[in-house]
């Protein structure tokens, strides 16, 4: 699999943002607030860049039938190799990530309004949401290093530098 520079960075960019907003921003500061528009915009491009980026980019490679992510779910116990671009599940996650993203953002910027001023199941909503995407995001990294470490795939490698890297045996793989 490898990843073009824009997924990596919209990738680690998301994921910063994320972590910053949900674990170090206060709520309702303006910086909680910006750095929410920024990730809502990276998701925005991202949404554009699956349909117009390149091949291994794009959602129709990688969202394949339910069934085929079972499938995968059950190649997890043991080593396998991967696709080109994300799994058929790695892709139902990154879908759930967007509008869980979205969904957080929507909720955010709708607490300015005034027609929803100070309404608590907005703030609720948007708790929710934040809370669940922590969630998915934690089953992300638990499966990230589940590949990377029980089944000896360099998942971190191709997270990072989205190119070849060389093996212990001298060869080069597409990672």
């Known amino acids: 699999m490898r ?3 824009y997924i990596r960075l919209f990738h680690w960019s998301l994921a910063a943002g994320i972590v910053a907003n ?7 500061e303006t910086l909680h607030e910006w750095v929410g528009y920024v990730v809502c ?3 925005v491009f991202r949404l554009l860049w699956g349909f117009l980026g390149p091949t291994r980019a794009r959602f129709s490679t990688f969202l394949k039938p339910p069934n085929i992510a079972f499938y995968e779910m059950r190649e997890l116990a043991s080593p396998h190799t991967l696709p080109n671009t994300h799994t058929a599940l790695g892709g139902y996650q990154l879908v759930l990530v967007l509008a869980l993203v979205i969904g957080v ?3 955010g910027w709708m607490q300015d309004l005034d027609a929803f001023w100070g309404e608590d ?10 809370d669940a995407l922590i969630l998915v995001a934690c089953f992300h990294v638990a499966a990230v290093l589940w590949i990377q470490f029980a089944l000896k ?16 045996a001298g060869q080069a793989r597409d990672v």
Not at 22 to 28: D, M, P, S
């Open 22 to 28: 949900y674990f170090l921003l206060e709520e309702g």
């Open 153 to 168: 795939t360099p998942l971190l490698h191709r997270m990072w530098f989205g190119r070849k890297y060389a093996t212990k």
């Open 105 to 107: 953002g929507l909720t």
């Open 121 to 130: 199941w907005l703030q609720d909503l948007h708790e929710l949401l934040a």
């Open 41 to 43: 915009a990276l998701v």
């Open 3 to 5: 990843w073009d520079l």
